[in-house]
């Protein structure tokens, strides 16, 4: 019997997310993993009626950088609430000369350019899981991604979609060569985080759709290129209209969703039967 206290739906993002969530009805979890800890604690409660979960995907004060996020961890813990669609929201760079600053993007693709990230949960680490081969053609949901779109246009913003999400290892941004090979790639978008959370979450049959709000031109936004004081205070300007497309997102999604089956459940449920451990990774 499915527990209807259980979040089916999460929000992957900054702190500012909270404010979505109904007066006195938040709380904090601890779920423990067989990969170590999360980011930090899960806050659960309750969104136009339903419940919700919340992660902070930098973990408490933007501690983690991006290639620190145990993102095995987050996903796995959120999968095993109960959650079946997930809204990452996320700071990008625009490649592109069409896409300008101060948009929303709903990628639907996304160049894996990490280097040290654990990305797969039927990588060895779970003897018991198994092997698993996902089929990444389209790493978001592309019923979540046409529906973040339609909604956000809704409200009046800019949503530039379809468009591929270069991710780097960060934490450093690129430097001018690596920005020109990107977009002569064909990259629209560049971001640190994006991977590999979408093809965890499509591994353990979880819906993702990110939502990208874009703070710069990367390395041509200024003489000196791209800021990380210019990227946060970009974001905290537009923070009431991120959490107003993120409210509006979450609430078109149906109660009734059903995530696409990309891995056997009976794979998943190995996975999610794996005890958790204290360490890491």
């Keep these: 019997m499915i527990d209807d206290r259980r979040p089916r739906m999460a929000v992957i993002g900054g702190s500012g997310v909270y404010a979505l969530l109904a007066e006195q009805s938040a709380r904090e979890v601890e779920v423990p993993t067989p990969f170590g800890p999360p980011s930090g604690p899960i806050t659960l409660g309750v969104l136009d009626g339903r419940p919700i979960a919340f992660l902070a995907r930098h973990g408490t004060g933007h501690s983690l950088p991006p290639g620190a996020i145990n993102y095995r961890a987050n996903i796995w813990a959120l999968a095993k609430l109960g959650v079946r669609a997930v809204i990452g929201s996320a700071a990008v760079g625009s490649l592109n000369s069409g896409i300008a600053p101060d948009a929303f993007a709903v990628p639907d693709q996304l160049v894996d350019h990490t280097k040290h990230r654990r990305d797969s949960f039927f990588d060895g680490t779970l003897p018991d899981a198994g092997v698993s081969h996902l089929p990444a053609a389209d790493p978001y949901c592309p019923v979540l991604v046409a529906l973040a779109v ?132």
Aim: aromatic residues 4%; glycine residues 6%; proline residues 5%.
């Design 150 to 281: 339609d909604t956000v246009r809704g409200l009046g913003e800019q949503v530039h979609s379809p468009c591929t999400t270069a991710v780097i290892e960060g934490p450093r941004f690129a430097t001018r060569a690596e920005s020109r090979w990107l977009r002569s790639t064909g990259a629209d978008l560049v971001n640190m985080s994006q991977y590999p959370e979408a093809v965890l979450a499509a591994e353990l049959n979880i819906g993702l759709v990110s939502l990208a709000f874009v703070t710069d031109r990367d390395t041509e936004d200024s003489a000196d290129g791209v800021e990380a004081s210019v990227v946060f205070e970009r974001m905290r300007r537009a923070e009431p209209r991120i959490r107003a497309a993120l409210l509006a997102v979450a609430v078109a999604i149906d109660d009734n969703y059903v995530p696409r089956m990309l891995t056997d459940p009976d794979a998943v449920d190995r996975v999610l039967a794996a005890l958790p451990t204290g360490r890491a990774g």
